[in-house]
């Protein structure tokens, strides 16, 4: 039998278990309940319980050619119009189409090898794909535009990579991705390089931290590894590090920015606001930004933790940062907002993403009230930390 065999609570979701046997590809997956066997589910199970549209998007994903590729976005588009229907929780749902948002980022990063491929071109050196943006975060429930780079070995053959990030950018247009409007993407020269080159980039933007170099060093640093050698995704993070190391002064420019941008107070005194005064807010600009961006800083002051918001939360615990009743409260009022988030947008079909109060009942209001206060203690342990 498995050792130490992936194992899950009889209290869990439905789709907490198909996410499990999804990301570990296991087919038999034990129950547990206060720490003793109450039996075995299988994948069989699932899909008798549920329609296998799942299986079949990834079936579709993994047998994918480029005629096939704008048929993927719709499959997912059906997986999650099921999930918000039948209200499973933000962060279970962004998990499974995290996933399978995921192998269709590895389908497209293979399409492009094999095309190149066709062309008698082979990569001179090793290369490592990210994501950036709520792609990096987990966060995309849409296919909304891209935001990734490249990174590569050192080479004199830069021409390869020029034409493979070209070959991915177009392969996931042509599966829904729109090109990123601000360029940030690996078939742009200043979004792909050897890791010298990039730890320059990088370090140029620390040393000349204008508004711009701002939104690009944001923008990376919510990066998350997808494809290519993982030996090449450690060097780059050993050399981020040690920047990271010497970049106190850049942070605090960070920290001065986004006290521009304060979570509003919505205290008690809100109440009359919600009657009088302001009628909406904005949960990505005013919201979800202002909170990714703390935590990102906090993060990077304390050594650089990699990952989603909820991996920089349990890292920032592990170094005492966070005691387990904020780290609680935290992960609370950042599943509730992007509850809030998802279901605006989808209900809008991708568009505004500002939550009227008039459409609230008292008790969302009085929850919203608790889940910013809490974000903006976040918030406000940044301003603390480097004295502004």
């Not at 087919?27 to 799942?54: A, M, Y």
């Not at 962004?94 to 071109?121: F, H, N, P, Q």
């Not at 690009?216 to 050993?238: I, T, W």
């Not at 509003?264 to 606001?273: F, N």
């Amino acid at each position: 039998m498995t050792e130490n065999p992936v194992t899950i609570s009889r209290f869990a979701y439905y789709y907490d278990a198909l996410s499990e046997i999804l990301l570990n590809g296991i087919k038999h997956l034990p129950v547990v309940d206060d720490g003793k066997i109450s039996g075995v589910i299988t994948l069989t199970d699932l899909l008798r319980k549920k329609n296998d549209s799942v299986m079949r998007t990834i079936k579709k994903i993994e047998e994918a050619d480029e005629t096939s590729l704008p048929e993927i976005k719709a499959a997912i588009y059906e997986i999650t119009e099921t999930l918000v229907r039948d209200r499973i929780p933000a962060l279970v749902l962004l998990d499974i189409i995290t996933k399978l948002y995921d192998r269709l980022i590895g389908r497209a990063v293979e399409l492009s090898l094999m095309a190149l491929r066709k062309k008698g071109l082979e990569p001179p050196a090793p290369f490592a794909f990210y994501l950036m943006g709520s792609a990096g975060r987990g966060e995309q429930f849409m296919l909304t535009d891209q935001d990734h780079f490249l990174v590569y070995g050192e080479t004199s053959e830069h021409g390869y990579f020029e034409k493979f990030g070209a070959e991915i950018t177009a392969k996931l247009e042509a599966a829904g991705y729109a090109r990123c409007k601000g360029l940030m993407m690996s078939s742009e020269e200043q979004w792909r390089g050897t890791v010298l080159q990039w730890q320059d980039r990088v370090r140029k933007w620390m040393l000349q931290s204008t508004n711009d170099n701002l939104l690009r060093a944001h923008n990376f640093f919510s990066y998350r590894f997808a494809a290519g050698s993982e030996a090449l995704d450690k060097e780059l993070e050993a050399k981020i590090t040690e920047l990271l190391d010497r970049s106190k002064i850049f942070l605090y420019r960070m920290v001065q920015t986004e006290k521009e941008q304060e979570i509003p107070t919505l205290d008690e005194p809100i109440r009359a606001l919600f009657k009088l005064g302001r009628k909406s807010i904005d949960m990505k600009k005013e919201i979800l930004f202002p909170f990714h961006h703390s935590l990102q800083i906090l993060s990077l002051y304390y050594g650089g933790i990699p990952g989603t918001p909820l991996e920089k939360i349990a890292g920032l615990k592990e170094k005492g940062i966070f005691n387990e009743g904020f780290t609680e409260d935290l992960k609370e009022a950042f599943s509730h907002m992007l509850d809030l988030y998802i279901r605006q947008r989808w209900g809008n079909k991708g568009g505004s993403s500002v939550l009227s109060f008039a459409t609230m009942s008292t008790r969302q209001k009085d929850e919203l009230i608790l889940s910013l206060r809490t974000l903006r203690e976040l918030q406000g342990m940044v301003f603390a930390r480097f004295s502004v």
